[in-house]
């Protein structure tokens, strides 16, 4: 049995719950979520608390519990409070700017990057440089975060390009010159 599964899920003030045989719906104060249920679990509210239990003891439902219940309290997590990612630029020209619903990059190609932004997700820029993505969906904060990070991955010998800010660039040192 899944040790995460077992845990309820609190419903926050200020997120309303809509739940149905097929899917639950989520609404708070920084977005609406929705999640179609697997057919392997229940799911129930009771006492303010979302439980959920697999529909019986075979494999897939066992693995499956545990998956929904995580996945339904990243929802309520992020109908009431909302998840951020921070990416910085790093290099010599490199910019950002955000236009409306598009963010223009400037990573050292001929042509500046436009990465229109989903429905649910904000971007700011600070100081040109340090990006903050935010919105209500996690997975979908972590798809974007990593489609801008994937235009110009961090390399190795000189640190330039798009990185998370809380990630580790292991340097390497180059190519040693006239050594004999």
């Known amino acids: 049995m899944s040790r995460v599964g077992k845990l309820p899920v609190k419903v926050t003030s200020g997120v309303k719950v809509n739940l149905t045989p097929t899917e639950i719906k989520f609404e708070g104060p ?4 929705q999640f179609p249920l697997p057919q392997e ?16 003891g075979f494999k897939k439902a066992r693995a499956m519990y545990g998956t929904t219940r995580a996945i ?3 929802m309520m997590v992020g109908c009431s409070s909302g998840f951020t990612k921070e990416l910085d630029i790093i290099g010599v020209g490199y910019r950002a700017a955000v236009k409306g619903r598009t963010l223009e ?13 989903p429905a649910g997700i904000e971007a700011k820029v600070e100081k040109n440089t340090h990006l903050v ?3 209500a969906d996690k997975v979908l904060l ?5 489609k801008i990070r994937s235009y110009r991955p961090p390399e190795p010998y000189q ?12 340097r390497k040192q180059g190519k040693a010159a006239g050594a004999k």
Do not use: C, Q, W
């Open 72 to 74: 339904l309290n990243n």
């Open 105 to 117: 990059l400037n990573l050292g190609f001929s042509h500046p990057i436009e990465h229109e932004l």
């Open 159 to 170: 640190g330039k390009g798009v990185k998370y800010s809380d990630e580790r660039i292991i």
């Open 30 to 33: 920084k977005g609406k979520l």
């Open 133 to 135: 993505l935010t919105g």
């Open 41 to 56: 679990v229940t799911v129930t509210l009771e006492n303010e608390e979302l439980t959920v239990k697999p529909r019986d």
């Open 142 to 146: 972590g798809m974007v975060a990593a």
